[in-house]
């Protein structure tokens, strides 16, 4: 894959993330019953973004975790023949509590299916959110983010990069392509 623009800069996906953080809060009244749920990987530091701009501007520091949702796929091969499932495990109790999803892209649906799967392998939340950074579009559940940092429609044959530093050591979203022979 080559890199076909870039999307946004550093200064855009901060903007993108404290806008989303400010709708977090307006249509949960504050922040009183939330808790953060990012989905791995890249998924997680979004989500603690989310959580320091939330104490920033509420004083409440909501609790904030992550889920690995590989064991709650419907679209990946087995790991083994009887491959283990793990349930998911969260650092708080999501019973009765507003539940954030974090994840940095949202395109088939299918990892946000899972999350909320894992979600209720933990608990009984009162609601399950979804905040996404890019939303590309092709859904193939009928699933939808409650918070989007930027919508982005994109060919099945592109590829929305989401760089932070903890993983790549720039931070950027950017559109890749398919090189060309």
């Known amino acids: ?15 993108a993330v404290t806008r989303i953080s400010h709708e977090i809060l307006e249509r949960n009244k504050g922040a009183e019953n939330l808790v953060l749920v990012g989905i791995r990987r890249r ?6 973004s989310i ?22 796929r419907d679209d990946l091969s087995p790991l083994a023949e009887e491959p283990t499932v793990r349930q998911a495990q969260l650092p ?9 999803l974090v994840d940095d892209v949202l395109y088939t649906g299918r990892t946000a299916r899972a999350a909320i ?18 939303d590309r ?28 530093p903890e993983f790549d050591g720039e931070t950027g979203v950017f559109l890749m392509e398919p090189e060309k022979d």
């Open 137 to 164: 579009g092709h859904r193939e559940l009928p699933i939808r983010a409650d918070f989007v940092g930027k919508n982005l429609p994109t060919s099945h044959s592109e590829l929305v990069e989401v760089r932070l």
């Open 51 to 72: 959580q320091g701009n939330i104490n920033k501007n509420e004083g409440i520091r909501p609790p904030c975790g992550s889920i690995d949702i590989r064991f709650y």
């Open 1 to 15: 894959m080559r890199q076909k623009a870039q999307i946004m800069d550093e200064a855009a996906l901060n903007r």
């Open 117 to 134: 799967e894992a979600v209720f392998s933990c608990g009984r939340p009162r609601s399950i959110q979804l905040a996404v950074l890019v």
């Open 43 to 48: 998924g997680e530091p979004l989500a603690r």
């Open 92 to 100: 708080f109790s999501v019973t009765g509590r507003d539940v954030i």
